[in-house]
């Protein structure tokens, strides 16, 4: 059995898009500051559901409104590994 880090998966898909960071926190739901405090990992209590929000964004598409956006390159590799 393989571990998983939500928060770890959701910075490496962070870092990764090509999206900016404004359009993620709109996507996402989430406040644009806290994103960047998130990003720069200047805390430890980020708040479980912030960083699902995050997660499901960028790595399903989920936007906060539960509107789906087109997949990206990055999706599809997640899905093939």
């Known amino acids: 059995m393989t571990h998983f880090n939500l928060t770890e998966r959701t910075l490496e898909l962070l870092k990764a898009t090509d999206l900016s960071m404004r359009e993620v926190a709109d996507g996402a739901g989430v ?23 995050v997660y499901d964004f960028l790595a399903l598409g989920i936007r906060a409104d539960k509107e789906p956006v087109a997949p990206t390159s990055q999706d599809a590799a997640t899905a093939n590994s």
Request: glycine share 4%; hydrophobic share 50%.
């Open 31 to 53: 406040a644009f500051d806290w994103l960047v405090v998130f990003k720069r990992q200047r805390t430890q209590e980020f708040g479980v559901k912030k960083v699902q929000a």
